[in-house]
């Protein structure tokens, strides 16, 4: 019987040996070293080991035992688990395994030039970091572990940790017998990463399940506080297809945490760790540097490349070396076990006042009574399907977690643990609202929606909903392609799994009014801002950067970046700016640029705002963006797209600019299309298809232009009508003069998907793409499908 075994000497073979944990370290040694990924060295006990320290005393009758009394209602989990635990701590260490654990130590020692390592001694079951069932954060991990003397006891306290509640909870709701599944120790170098950073990654984004993306958490210090939720931590998203060419730096989302705490080595005692206060300057700076997240990003495509699957890494990055190394991988268990041909849509039909709001996990919606409970002392008191609102919801957590319809947190991000159980036991749950104990009273009825992209809402009230079951497989094939129409980054992620030809239109002004937040040109010239209450809240949104304009470049070329990554390599046109002066006005700052008009629908927006000295080095920023998205990032299927442009001499102006920008059509692949929404681009079609690539029709515009109707006028509402015959007639003349001139020509209103009749007359003209809104692209692609099915004429 071997008691201990070298991470050298395992792999995934010996999951039944080592647990999940331990050989997934083996493996990750031993095939990817060549590929530059580190793994800290280190020594694992066997599940023999385990099974000789419980027959050794005799623990096997008193597990029974004590579950028994437990399952027949006797006693609570919490009496059942203490006990067990309490008898492991007591127990006596089989005398071998003491001296195999001793002799191993001393050799890692040796083999790092100390006498006492510092080590990191974690538990890894057997039944561990399966593809249906990760465990994660069901057993102890001790940090900081130096000397023998708290090694062994370190191992002891691992062993009873098999036994917490949360623990017995999760093998019981995953079908496990608790005396089948055996415990193996790691004991493994520790990375000096409370001089530097820690967090967690994994090979999808753990939302929608997109595949081709790296998330990665971040903090200062050892990782437990990422883990456990209690710090909320920088969030890094990759593109990882793009990361093949080592010019490109695919980064698609760079958000700063709060990280107001950090978790160092203790000062000596039994204290092993500590947590204390970030200073402002760790709090106000970004923990990775762009080179560390595309390292990181590398490791976790050749991670899951190896496995074959989607996985859940932790990383560390040693203050003293500047190294960064993997210190756990196992396979991710809630995307990877779900349809890849079917998904649930859920949608809000009613509106209420918002309480708080925090990070989404999931994309379901919960409704029930607020149950607060602030300790886990407490827990006893949480009432079934009710929704659960804490501070945190770390590992002790779990048995109440499966009892309810949502979860609400103060603290914690998208990968920390709590955030990982709640996906794996499908709760829709906000994280990190910050307040949500204080403005949530218990008793309240609430409802929680994970479904509106990125941010998770509480409201106020029960609120209706729908829940639609989406299946791919019941779609069928169009001669027309079918592309989308997307309103922002997340919700791009949202639909990732529709089989679209591509997005036909994304408005650059929703990123810039969620994202950027501030008048392009208040960025550009913060001089020109004289309201001293702006001017301090542009400086508190752009701090860390060197700039405005750097600001502004950053958050709109990531959030363009981000858009683009669900579709590429199939194009997706992105439109540049189209506010109206009176929208333009209410971003901060924006009041110093906009002057009032009459009638801003048919005023001073699209084109004519580009080459115009009133906006002309907003646009010049606006031109930057798509530049760093391109040629920085690698999403060169990225169309530029221009609104709202009035005559030929116009459009000429305004690819003149772009030129000057860096912009020049046909240069790198770029193609420049043209909104075809006014009347003067029909007529003279085959002019502006000179000058473009594609012609995009904007229903919309179009009908308000020809039938002289205010689309924004709730008084004229009855004569906003896109298939009157003067408005259709605008269509095929548009869908006529570019099939003349040779170019493309799609659609991205509304009207086909209100409409069957409408979209049986663009098929019937010949319309090369009609992009449709997410929610209805499932029902129009089975409209159309009919309608080509029937023979013309």
Known sequence: MSEVMWFAEVGMGDVPLVGGKNASLGELRAALTSAGVRVPDGFATTADAYRSFVAHNDLASRITAELDGFRSGRTTLRAAGEAIREAFLAAEMPESLSEAIRTAYRELARASGVEELAVAVRSSATAEDLPDASFAGQQETFLNVVGERQLLDACRRCYASLFTDRAITYRGLKGFDDLSVALSIGVQRMVRSDLGASGVMFSLDTESGFERAAVIS?????GELVVQGIVDPDTYMVFTPLLENPALAPIIERRRGAKEQKMVYGRGGSARTRTVATSTREREALVLSDADILQLARWATAVARHYGRAMDMEWAKDGETGELFLVQARPETVHSTRSASSFSVYRLTGSGPVLTEGAAIGGGIASGEVCVIRDPSQMELFRD???????????????????????????????SHAAIVSRELGIPAVVGTGDATSVLADGRPVTLSCAEG????VYDGVLPFEREVVDLGDLPPTRTRLMVNIASPEAAFQWWRLPAAGVGLARMEFIITDAVRVHPMA?????????????????EIT??????????????????AKLAAPFHPQPVIVRMSDFKSNEYAHLLGGEAFELPEENPMIGF??????????????????????????????????????????????????????????????????????MCEIPANVILAREFARRFDGFSIGSNDLTQLTLGVDRDSGSLAALFDEQDPAVMRMVAMAIEGAHAAGIKVGICGQAPSDHPAFAEFLVEHGIDSISLNPDSFLRTAQQLARIEAVPAG
């Open 218 to 222: 971040a903090a200062w210090g050892l």
């Open 385 to 415: 399907g009710s929704i659960l609102v804490t501070e945190m919801t770390d590992p002790d957590w779990v048995p109440v977690m499966a009892r309810a319809a949502g979860i609400v947190t103060e603290h914690g991000g998208t990968t």
């Open 454 to 457: 990125e941010v998770g809402r």
């Open 523 to 539: 960025l550009a010239h913060p001089e020109r801002v004289t309201d001293p209450d702006a001017r301090a809240r542009i400086d």
């Open 543 to 560: 701090r860390g950067y060197a700039n405005g304009s750097d600001y502004f470049v950053d958050v709109l070329s990531r959030g363009i």
């Open 605 to 674: 927006r699209g084109a004519s705002r580009y080459y115009d000295p009133r906006y002309r080095d907003g646009f010049a920023l606006e031109c930057r963006a798509i530049r760093e998205v391109r040629s920085h990032m690698g999403f060169e299927n990225v169309i530029v797209m221009i609104p709202f442009c009035r005559t030929v001499a116009e459009a000429d102006r305004v690819l003149a600019v772009m030129a000057e920008n860096g912009l020049e059509r046909g240069v790198d692949g770029l193609q420049v299309y043209m």
